[in-house]
């Protein structure tokens, strides 16, 4: 099995893999919903190039309903079960789950990470959680919840007040001696285009806070909005860009849906810091 520390040791980017095992999520719901379809995927995703699949049952896109715990862990938990074994030295697993239960159980399978969109708010006990089992734990910012989070999202300064959430809510982390801190301003949660777009353009001062950064902008409805009400399917060019620019800024993590291209794109970024000559 991988371990996290030479992981977050590596100063590379890395490509985190979304797998939604739900009927709902706005870009790839109800495919990999099954045992074998999201096996298969997984092992696509590695042979494309993600070093973290991160596995989700509930859809956190605008207005979508709320799940109850029991039937996310139905929808997760037998994925891991079967993928963790098969795949542990290829790749690292991350539950993408606001639910205690459904994250420990998912870390008693296997998984390494906690990605919680809710940012500590909705189970404060998952910072002990993660500490328990010396896993990682994504911090993200969401103003609000999928259910009210867009209805009229504000902000005395967009980058500042989310810099300030994550720092005060890591040191929550750091008190119940977490290791490992990913942090995520989370693009799409709580935030208007111009906010998103604000976000993005100072993700340098969020990489000033000192952990590694995630950034997951993939097929976001900001591209439709900025691209002519482009659908899910037409965002692929506009999320690279944005990724990219990440990516020059600091961010260490991106978390996609097209694993083949943000790794092809990761790899030219690297070749091309690689070529820089000095001043």
Do not use: C, W
């Amino acid at each position: 099995m991988l371990a996290l520390d030479p992981f977050f040791a590596k100063d590379r980017p890395s490509i985190m893999g979304v797998l939604n095992a739900t009927p709902d999520s706005f870009s790839d719901g109800g495919q990999f919903n099954r045992v074998s379809a999201a096996l298969h995927r997984i092992d696509e995703m590695i042979e494309q190039g993600a070093s973290i699949i991160d596995i989700g049952g509930e859809s956190t896109r605008p207005y979508a309903p709320a799940v109850a715990e029991s039937e996310e862990i139905r929808r997760v938990i037998p994925i891991l079960q079967n993928a963790v074994p098969r795949f542990s030295d290829q790749v690292i697993f991350s539950i993408d789950t606001t639910k205690y239960g459904v994250a420990e159980q998912a870390l008693d399978a296997g998984a390494l990470i906690i990605n919680d969109v809710s940012g500590l708010q909705k189970s404060p006990a998952m910072a002990g959680l993660a500490a328990s089992f010396n896993a990682a734990y994504i911090l993200m910012h969401a103003q609000g919840s999928p259910q009210d989070m867009q209805d009229n999202p504000s902000y005395t300064h967009a980058v500042t007040d989310i810099i300030d959430f994550l720092v005060q809510q890591s040191m929550l982390l750091q008190q119940e001696e977490v290791e490992h801190i990913i942090v995520d301003p989370g693009i799409g949660f709580g935030k208007s285009l111009d906010h998103n777009l604000q976000i993005i353009a100072g993700l340098d001062k969020v990489v000033e806070i000192g952990f590694p950064v995630l950034l997951g902008a993939s097929r976001k409805s900001m591209f439709g909005q900025l691209l002519d009400d482009r659908g899910v399917e037409g965002r692929l060019a506009g999320t690279l860009a944005a990724h990219y620019h990440g990516l020059m800024q600091g961010v260490r993590i991106l978390r996609v849906h097209d694993v083949q291209e943000a790794s092809d794109s990761v790899r030219v970024f690297e070749a091309l810091q690689a070529a820089k000559q000095p001043e």
